[in-house]
């Protein structure tokens, strides 16, 4: 991958395709979580699709302290700038979902339309939330602060993604589980904190008019359902979609069915006509 610097760090970022930028911003936990999506041809032989690592995760580098969203969309911002992207397509999964939204709320000019994969907010106080809390977050944060960094990750992540996760991550990405350990600081120690922080409701929905394609998994866990649901009865220009044989680990499990229904809704909301990454030199 190549770097990029961003505000005194650097960041890892690759780029593939031709066509109207997309900027995917990855989920917490996985730093590669989108490399199964960027190698379908659905995508990059009709856009130019940017997948970076963000601060702390894999080789980007990591600050110090209490790293907010708001933080983690100005890097957005700023590396798409660095590459000479104006404006893009954005796409978020879990926690980076919201960062995607605070994007649109903070630099609306930036995004053309988004794509919201499972999101990890907003969350209602309801049951369904208080159970995810009680089953997967806390025992979690337990596992993390007793210094049981690989028992805090499979915790969240069979909590998250469903008992059978790790057939199906090890498969399409072998080395995951064990980044995920190197970078359980990033998430639990600065992420975690920052999305129960993030502050979302129906008045900031209201303010983002770019359409918006919310997606969950067949086999999702109902936290997620159940965002979906506040986001399409909040956003005021949105669709659904349910992507088949997949758990929150969506386009891992199903990358070919993610990429063609992402290829399609960006294709209904098209960029005016500008010059490509490819004009530019990347």
Known sequence: MQRAPIDGIELEYEIRGTGEPVVLIHAGVCADFFRPLIEQRALTSRFTVLRYHRSGYAGSDRLPGAVSLAQQAQHCRKLMRHLGIERAHVVGHSSSASMALQLALDAPDAVHSLALLDAARPAAPSAVHLQMVKAVVEPALERYRAGDKPGAVETWMRGVCGPDYRAALDQALPNAFDQ???????????????????????????????????????????TFRERRDLLLAWLPNVEAFELPAATHLLHVQNPGAMANALAAFFSRHPLPASPGLSALGH
């Open 180 to 222: 995920a350990v190197a970078d359980a600081d990033t998430f639990f120690g600065q992420e975690l904190p920052a999305v129960t922080q993030w502050t979302f409701g129906h008045d900031e929905a209201a303010r983002i008019a770019q359409p918006a394609l919310i997606v969950t998994g067949e086999n999702s866990i109902p």
